[in-house]
């Protein structure tokens, strides 16, 4: 695998599986799928209303956690500081881990500064690995 290494020093894989439009009832199979041919990145969202397939699937694998890296991302409904907050621990949640390698504010709207402060203190806490943006211009 070839890894790309992110401005905090964390290495990313350059290779993921994305679960975007992945329905709800097949993602948990379509991970283990992936994880068996060799994938041990995964893309999901709050907004693709899947991660917890993703994180059953981490689970049933018998792989330890560390054997991964999973990207999230928080959606403009969860946009501000608060709604932010408990977003990541709801995904946390999902995703059935202790922490997130890549968390993203999806799309730029909303109290994106807000969201943004949130990410950082689940930084801070050991939470989330990597913070970012996407489809920001």
Do not use: C
């Amino acid at each position: 695998m070839f890894y790309k290494t992110l401005n905090n020093q964390v290495k990313m894989p350059q290779l993921g599986f994305g679960v975007y439009q992945t329905p709800v009832d097949e993602t948990k199979q379509a991970v283990l799928e992936a994880i068996e041919v060799g994938y041990r990145s995964f893309d999901t969202a709050q907004a693709y209303g899947n991660e917890a397939g993703v994180g059953q699937a981490i689970q049933a694998s018998g792989l330890p956690r560390e054997e991964f890296f999973i990207t999230t991302k928080i959606w403009i409904t969860n946009a501000g500081y608060e709604k932010a907050k408990a977003s990541i621990a709801e995904s946390l949640r999902k995703l059935q881990t202790d922490y997130i390698d890549l968390l993203l504010i999806h799309q730029p709207f909303g109290d994106y500064y807000g969201s943004y402060r949130a990410m950082e203190e689940a930084y801070k806490a050991g939470k989330v690995r990597a913070i970012g943006v996407s489809n920001f211009s």
